[in-house]
């Protein structure tokens, strides 16, 4: 198999395209012929993160033909198109997959929809249950234009959603979502106190501003690998609240919703009332270009990398 991975830490540089031996699933997996993978800001970010070992093999979203089964695996059979979220060896043309995160692809679905939907509109569906935003709050929603951001506007725009970009030249992008507002990072002190919900997908140094655009009693849903810190007195004095979400532990712990959460997606994607936006589609070699633009925030809804025998289909 083909496979990207990198062998020292640092920026989109450190990748490269290798050779290697084609894996085997293990208990309770699937191994995939992969047609196309979804690139997450978690894998972006994870080359640069000195605590990973090397050498390093990316996590992401995969889809495509199952063509063997582990022992243990009933509910898959070799032929199954299949979408998964794999934590490693994803940026390949081969892997392996946890069957217990994997997922049908509906008839008439493509590969591609499959990485830019499912996982980041669980993710975006598992923060709207996190916040239990009621009809009548605002939400604002940060990183609004990323995979997950853009699927978020959309999946929460009967309620008033407030779009956070970093530059002007997203705002007809979300707006054409369902937006009703749009604000830069650098406008966020205009938001102080005003919001009643915050989805945050960026954190950082932001944090803080992000924090503060909420009105008294009103909660932060934190899912990002961004990190960030907070003053705990913010939380008293405005009766403020923070939970963090992430997807290993709330498809563990709510099993149903998230197995309602998938069939609610491929719906609304049949319906017409989703609409996963692809940014571009790169060659699994040019995996480095793929995390340049998302480094630089550039994109415009999801960046999908694809082995170049799929992208000739």
């Known amino acids: 198999m083909h496979r990207v991975t990198y062998h020292s830490h640092g920026g989109p540089e450190v990748l490269v395209h290798e050779s290697a031996p084609d894996p085997i699933p293990g208990p309770g997996e699937l191994l995939i012929r992969v047609e196309a993978i979804g690139v997450t800001l978690p894998s972006v970010r994870a080359t640069r993160n000195p605590a990973t070992p090397l050498p390093g093999v990316l996590g992401g979203e995969v889809a495509g033909p199952v063509v063997a089964v582990g022992p243990g695996v009933d ?71 990323s995979g997950v951001g853009h699927l978020l506007v959309q999946l929460a725009r009967s309620r008033r959603v ?96 998230y197995e309602e959460h998938e069939a609610t997606l491929w719906r609304l994607l049949e319906a017409g009332e989703l609409r996963p936006v692809v940014h571009a589609e790169f060659p699994l070699a040019e995996a480095a270009a793929a995390h340049a633009v998302i480094e630089a925030r550039a994109n415009l809804g999801k960046v999908v990398l694809r082995p170049v025998a799929e992208m000739r289909t």
């Open 75 to 145: 509910d898959f059979a070799p032929g199954d198109r299949v979408t998964s979220l794999t934590f490693s060896g994803s940026y390949t043309d081969l892997a392996v997959a946890p069957a217990m995160m994997a997922s049908r692809i509906p008839p008439g679905a493509t590969a591609v929809q499959a990485v830019s939907l499912v996982r980041s509109g669980h993710v975006a569906l598992a923060a709207l249950h996190t916040a239990a935003l009621r009809p009548d709050e605002s939400v604002l929603i940060t990183g609004a234009a």
């Open 162 to 257: 407030v779009a956070a970009v970093g530059s002007p030249e997203k705002a007809g992008f979300v707006r054409s979502l369902g937006a009703h507002e749009v604000v830069t990072y650098a406008e966020l002190p205009e938001l102080a106190g005003k919001v009643d919900v915050v989805l945050d997908a960026v954190g950082g140094d932001l944090l803080p501003a992000f924090l503060g655009a909420l009105v008294p009693g009103g909660r932060l849903v934190f899912f990002t690998s961004g990190g960030g810190t907070v003053p705990a007195y913010e939380l008293l004095a405005g009766a403020k609240t923070i939970t963090g979400m992430n997807m290993r532990h709330f498809s563990a712990t709510h099993r149903a919703r």
